[in-house]
């Protein structure tokens, strides 16, 4: 058995490729780039653009390898309305049914995927479990959702498909969003919460998530779907203030009026000028907390990051390549 990595050179798959080589796996990774990452002197790289199907064909899946899909596009960098669709879907969902369509081809039918918690919209209950309904708020939601739609047709015709919906992944070599936050801090500046900042605000590790991977592959790939969230995680007020505290910043976090501030980014959104995605402040206020119990009893995964670390490493992060420090992982990835 090899595994094959599709987006393995991106953000988590950079994390799960040492994993698998460190349990005596043979890894290929499939990806449009190549970075300089010392795991390749045992795994293998093989160029890919999955949105094209003969290229995903050209990988060479053989019938028992185990399959990861990673290649994703994310909410970063922003896009407008009119783009969005042509945005996600090529590599989302195109990308996931090229990858299905040459596993069929070659008689594999193991696959671990991840979508995103985004395919919940607003929040209905609390906290969220895996049968939480699902109502995705814009194309990249959308674009996941249909994803597991497809894995849902596949499974009956044999396949078995683990599918993981992370919160917002974070870790070395990825600020996205938060890039913005941080520069608020260096200048001082205030930082606007929307809403009161006493809803949590939850993050998974990348680390968290490439034990998620293999820990679904050493399961035996079930046919279930999994949250990917940190444990007890705190109000945005203390998270936020914190980092300020360990920034040494005297920025000042404001509340604001939820409402208010939403119609307002509507606004900016509609003359496509967007400051963030609908699909990120519309929940921003909400208790949008994942109930990750499932993957614990299932798979023995456990989170091991907690929010308030990840949140002061990705700081630090920012911080080193502001003062012109090597960072390892440095590249941002498509995901």
């Known amino acids: 058995m090899k595994h094959v990595i599709?987006?393995?050179d991106g953000f988590v798959g950079r994390h799960l490729a040492p994993k698998l080589l460190a349990d005596g796996a043979e890894v290929v990774v499939a990806d449009?780039?190549?970075?300089?990452?010392?795991?390749?002197?045992?795994?293998?790289?093989?160029?890919?653009?999955?949105?094209?199907?003969?290229?995903v064909e050209a990988v060479g899946i053989k019938p028992d390898d185990m399959v990861y899909n990673l290649?994703?596009?994310?909410?970063?960098?922003?896009?407008?309305?009119?783009?969005?669709h042509d945005f996600f879907f090529p590599v989302n969902y195109y990308g996931t049914l090229h990858i299905i369509e040459a596993?069929?081809?070659a008689g594999a039918s193991k696959l671990v995927h991840f979508t995103t918690d985004m395919i919940y919209g607003h929040t209905v209950v609390t906290p969220m479990t895996e049968d939480h309904p699902v109502a995705p708020l814009g194309e990249y939601g959308l674009s996941k959702q249909m994803t597991e739609e497809l894995a849902a047709e596949w499974r009956k015709r044999g396949m078995q498909i683990s599918l993981f919906?992370?919160?917002?992944?974070?870790?070395?070599?990825?600020?996205?969003?938060?890039?913005?936050?941080?520069?608020?801090?260096?200048?001082?500046?205030?930082?606007p919460?929307?809403?009161?900042?006493?809803?949590?605000?939850?993050?998974?590790?990348v680390f968290d998530c490439a034990e998620a991977a293999r820990a679904a592959w050493k399961a035996g790939v079930p046919d279930e779907a999994y949250n990917l969230g940190s444990l007890n995680p705190p109000p945005v007020r203390r998270l936020l203030g914190d980092l300020i505290k360990h920034a040494g910043s005297k920025s000042l976090l404001i509340p604001t009026p939820g409402w208010a501030v939403k119609r307002t980014l509507d606004l900016f959104d509609l003359v496509n000028m967007p400051i963030m995605d609908p699909e990120q402040y519309l929940i921003a206020d909400e208790e949008c907390v994942l109930d990750v119990s499932k993957a614990k009893r299932q798979l023995g995964w456990v989170p091991q990051h907690?929010?308030?670390?990840?949140?002061?490493?990705?700081?630090?992060?920012?911080?080193?390549?502001?003062?012109?420090?090597?960072?390892?992982?440095?590249?941002?990835?498509?995901?």
């Not at 290649?71 to 969005?84: D, F, H």
């Not at 919160?167 to 200048?187: A, T």
């Open 6 to 8: 599709f987006g393995g």
């Open 32 to 55: 449009i780039v190549k970075s300089d990452l010392k795991h390749y002197r045992s795994a293998r790289f093989v160029e890919c653009d999955v949105t094209d199907a003969t290229s």
């Open 71 to 84: 290649s994703a596009k994310m909410l970063s960098p922003i896009q407008t309305r009119a783009k969005r």
């Open 103 to 105: 596993m069929d081809a």
């Open 165 to 191: 919906r992370p919160r917002l992944i974070i870790g070395p070599g990825r600020l996205g969003i938060l890039e913005k936050l941080f520069k608020l801090i260096d200048m001082n500046l205030p930082v």
């Open 193 to 205: 919460m929307i809403g009161s900042g006493k809803n949590p605000y939850q993050f998974i590790s």
């Open 306 to 335: 907690r929010d308030e670390d990840m949140l002061i490493a990705a700081y630090r992060e920012y911080r080193g390549k502001k003062d012109g420090q090597k960072v390892a992982a440095r590249h941002v990835p498509a995901e």
